[in-house]
Antibody, heavy 115, light 112 residues
Framework: QVQLKESGPGLVQPSQTLSLTCTVS????????VHWVRQHSGKSLEWMGR???????SYNSAFTSRLSISRDTSKSQVFLKMNSLQTEDTGTYYC?????????WGQGVMVTVSS | DVVLTQTPSTLSATIGQSVSISCRSS???????????LYWYLQRPGQSPQLLIY???NLGSGVPNRFSGSGSGTDFTLKISGVEAEDLGVYYC?????????FGAGTKLELK
């Protein structure tokens, strides 16, 4: 059974770094890509980046300078780190296995950037 | 970045009514291999997005066949033939042909 679950702090102070973990089960990170997508409250979805199955990464240029995605295949975890957080980074962050015919998304983790 | 324009932004329907949502892209979504990576998602309140349609017109796993997708190039349509109560929520189109992936602004389907 494929599952993805995000975890991380619910509150981050402005200018600090956000660290999120996506723990997957039911599939191998060396066989499938994992994406990060965020959603501002009541707004649309924004694709942030991707960890490819071969370990390579792709980023949305809107985040390139402050976003990093990495993984630990032994723990089936994908990590998101984003620095210099501002209030406009408040939202729900999802990790997802986006593919053909069937998608799998985590339940999302709500992050609030506030002092 | 590719801009996806969805219309309408809100759709009011009665149970059993058929409705359509449009998604127009700022550039062609046909790639050099002949594939068009246009997806449709439904996000129910408080839930994560779920895949309905992939590659323009292919039904996702377990998706009822009252959902259908069509289109090509820059113009795409999602049709629901006979809305059911469980279909209420926000519909998004997404393109994965050009980096970065981008989503439409969403169409909220509500009961009339």
């Amino acid at each position: 059974q494929v599952q993805l679950k995000e975890s991380g702090p619910g509150l981050v102070q402005p200018s600090q770094t956000l660290s999120l973990t996506c723990t997957v089960s039911g599939f191998s990170l060396t066989s499938y890509s994992v994406h990060w997508v965020r959603q501002h409250s009541g707004k649309s979805l924004e694709w942030m980046g991707r960890m490819w199955s071969d370990g390579d990464t792709s980023y949305n240029s809107a985040f390139t300078s402050r976003l990093s995605i990495s993984r630990d295949t032994s723990k089936s975890q994908v990590f998101l780190k984003m620095n210099s957080l501002q209030t406009e980074d408040t939202g729900t962050y999802y990790c997802a296995r986006i593919g053909l015919r069937r998608d799998y998304w985590g339940q999302g983790v709500m992050v609030t950037v506030s002092s | 970045d590719v801009v996806l324009t969805q219309t309408p932004s809100t759709l009011s329907a009665t149970i059993g009514q058929s409705v359509s949502i449009s998604c127009r892209s700022s550039q062609s979504l046909l790639d050099s291999a002949g594939n068009t990576y246009l997806y449709w998602y439904l996000q129910r309140p408080g839930q994560s997005p779920q895949l309905l349609i992939y590659l323009v017109s292919n039904l996702g796993s377990g998706v009822p066949n009252r959902f259908s997708g069509s289109g090509s190039g820059t113009d795409f349509t999602l049709k629901i033939s006979g809305v059911e109560a469980e279909d209420l929520g926000v519909y998004y189109c997404m393109q994965a042909t050009h980096a970065p992936y981008t989503f439409g602004a969403g169409t909220k389907l509500e009961l009339k």
